[in-house]
């Protein structure tokens, strides 16, 4: 990525600082002089900075005299998008050269990653020296302070120990923003920055940490030193999600066995190659104080808890298989990923795949595509053997817990037109174009039969397509590998309940709403008609969210759909016409206050209700296709273009935790 450089000089004598060179425009550069000042002050020479604003990010270093006033001559400051300026970057950059430094900052740089000092610091942060202030930093962190002051250190033990928190955090799915002064000459006043910010200072006094959270970092350092790689997967094995809140993942990293242990072995190793072992259950540290969470007051994050081992032999599995198996809602931690099925169409039934034995994990990827697993989780419960085998594609559980979207509404409401709508959306790059996300299919086949049977006749032929037939078990519709950058894959799949099945809680065909982590609730605007409302598919369903045995936060997303309809009202007809705009809060926040003031006005409250019933929602409106007037219900004369379908998906996608980040957080709250 190119970063902007801007050197800045020290006015000795008057505690001024000067822009001597910049690659930025006059505007630009006056504007982050005016950002970093605060910063720039308190820095001293050897120091490094690095500052997250949001979007925007800053890596500073500072060379010169100690003993001057300002303690420095020089800074030089490196500023760009975050999701290319990273705080590893800033602590890999090489060393400033004085001698360089009044020069430097007339044109824009490339910032290489790994840094040239990657292997350095990788290697010190793991060190003996730099332990036990990574150990005090990490539990500090855990334990949810935002702004410390740590006891200086020689210049590179802080950055070493840096280093480490931005690895262990990232490994450990802590997303909070990270800023830092490696070499502070004093403690700054409140600021604007958000997430955690630490400086090191001489004679900054040392706190002890939380004794619980102590034990945590001790056991994360640990790991971080002994195998970086191998905590990452012990972490995923235990299901550790950025969806859940935070007393909820660090109950989950108390479950870590001690470093010293034997590890997992190799997921796809044969069975006939290398022996299993048995998994030990770790008595687990002295629990952490956490402050006060929705899991403390009962309302627990335990959906997929990995369940506590009996001492018994389980088989090689991928990291991060803890996963709800949505036809029979059971917890399955042993996908047996050596036996694969296949789909025969001519015999119309799964037949395991044939797979050489003894082949690497190149050599067997080829085998994976396109197969499925078969779910182990009936077999352990004698009242679920009755029901017939059910399979899954590999890529639903080999990247971790998948987030499962529900649409909810009575028939006719327009659900299967808005997935179809959103699939095309996906497909189309209107996605990757507005948000960056990209995304490939988890079952080729499923996805090939939905745009062939609903989303190539909607949108290239112009067709009414059909509504999702009542059935005895509900299969996902279609589901995606979402990802941003190189961000770890999300599984995200999309399951369309019938109307009528929704209205009579038919058994089995909403079994999805118990594991379901995210809503979206269609309203259909001819029922709109000034009189008080009830939907029989909403009430239901909110009925079983606040009653599931399991109550993990689910959040929602309301859309009139068929706005269209109400394409001469306002406030929708502002709202249907406004332009995608990249993933911005308040503008979700707005346009949810309209609809629920229009909702307000024709008094359908009882529309409204899942946004005040779950933990974060938002409300939109969408066309599906773009203009009404569906010929004798087969065709659309006048074309289909929808309209604002994507708004409600990456606000459903922000919500659950699949789009992450600052502004993502701040979504339907």
């Known amino acids: 990525m190119m970063a902007d450089q801007i050197t800045f000089r020290a006015q000795q004598g008057s505690a001024a600082i000067a822009t001597i060179a910049t690659s930025l425009s006059q505007a630009e550069a006056r504007a982050w002089h005016q950002r970093l000042d605060p910063f720039l002050q308190v820095g001293r020479p050897s120091g490094r900075g690095y500052l997250d604003f949001g979007a925007r990010a800053a890596a500073i270093g500072w060379s010169g005299d100690a003993t001057l006033p300002l303690a420095w001559t020089y800074a030089h400051a490196l500023v760009g998008e975050r999701i290319g300026l990273t705080a590893s970057q800033a602590l890999e950059l090489a060393e400033l050269d004085p001698a360089d430094l009044p020069g430097q900052g007339v044109m824009p740089v490339e910032v290489s990653d790994p840094g040239p000092g990657h292997d350095a610091i990788a290697a010190l942060a793991r060190s003996a020296d730099v332990r036990p202030v990574l150990i005090s930093l990490l539990a500090h962190v855990l334990g949810g302070e935002r702004r410390m002051a740590m006891p200086a250190q020689e210049p590179s033990l802080s950055e070493a120990a840096l280093w480490g928190l931005v690895d262990i955090m990232g490994i450990i ?37 939380d004794s619980g959270f102590l034990k945590l970092a001790t056991l994360l350092v640990d790991w971080f030193a002994e195998n970086s790689d191998q905590l990452r997967q012990e972490v995923a094995w235990r299901g550790v999600d950025v969806t859940e809140d935070r007393s909820a993942r660090i109950k989950r990293l108390l479950t870590l066995p001690p470093a010293t242990q034997p590890k997992v072995t190799d997921w796809w190793t044969p069975r006939a190659t290398k022996p299993l072992r048995a998994r030990e259950t ?53 996908w047996n990923m050596e036996s694969l099925w296949e789909w025969d169409p001519a015999e119309t039934r799964y037949t395991e795949r044939e797979i050489p034995a003894g082949l690497s994990e ?82 080729e086949a499923r996805h090939q039969a939905l745009l062939d049977n609903y989303v190539n006749p909607l949108l290239r032929q112009d067709k009414v397509v059909p509504g999702t037939r009542e059935t005895e078990v509900v299969e996902f519709a279609d589901a995606f590998l979402v990802y941003r950058q190189a961000e770890q894959p999300r599984p995200v799949a999309f399951f369309d309940i019938a109307g009528g099945d929704l209205a ?3 058994a089995r065909a909403t079994d999805v709403l118990y594991m379901a982590d995210g809503l979206f609730f269609v309203i259909d605007p001819d029922r709109l008609d000034n009189r008080w409302v009830e939907d029989k598919a909403f009430s239901n369903v909110l009925s079983i969210v606040g009653e599931r045995p399991r109550p993990d936060p689910v959040s929602a997303a309301i859309v009139l759909a068929k706005a269209d309809k109400l394409r001469f009202e306002e406030p929708v007809v502002r709202w249907l016409r406004a332009d995608p705009e990249p993933l911005n809060a308040t503008a979700f926040l707005r346009e949810s206050a309209d609809v629920y003031a229009y909702l307000a006005a024709r008094k359908a409250l009882a529309l409204a209700e899942p946004y005040v019933k779950c933990a974060k929602a938002t409300l939109h409106v969408a066309s599906a296709t773009g203009g009404n007037g569906e010929e004798k219900n087969t065709f659309y004369p006048r074309g289909v273009r929808p309209q604002r379908v994507m708004p409600p998906l990456a606000a459903m996608l922000a919500m659950t935790g699949v789009l992450t980040g600052p502004e993502a957080e701040k979504v339907g709250i």
């Open 282 to 334: 770790p008595r687990a540290p002295e629990p952490p104080r956490v402050p006060e969470t929705a899991a403390e007051r009962g309302v627990a994050n335990k959906k997929y808890d990995a369940p506590a081992d009996s001492g018994t032999r389980i088989a090689p599995r991928q990291p991060g298989q803890v996963v709800v198996c949505p036809i029979c809602l059971g917890d399955i931690t042993d």
């Open 362 to 443: 190149l050599q067997r990827a080829p085998y994976l595509r396109g197969a499925y697993v078969r779910c182990t989780a009936q077999h352990k419960n004698s009242g679920q053997q009755s029901r017939a085998p059910h399979y899954l594609p590999t890529n639903y559980v080999r990247f971790g817990r998948p987030v499962v979207l529900g649409f909810i509404g009575l028939s006719m409401a327009g659900k299967s037109h808005l997935l179809s709508a959103m699939v095309a959306g996906i497909v189309g790059g209107e996605l990757r174009k507005s948000y960056e996300v990209s995304h490939s299919p988890v079952d």
């Open 173 to 209: 799915k802590e997303t909070q923003p990270l800023s830092f002064v490696s070499y502070s000459s004093r403690s700054l006043g409140p600021d604007a920055l958000p997430g955690t910010f630490v400086s090191f200072q001489p004679g900054a006094r040392s706190v002890l940490p």
């Open 504 to 506: 009579n809680l038919k």
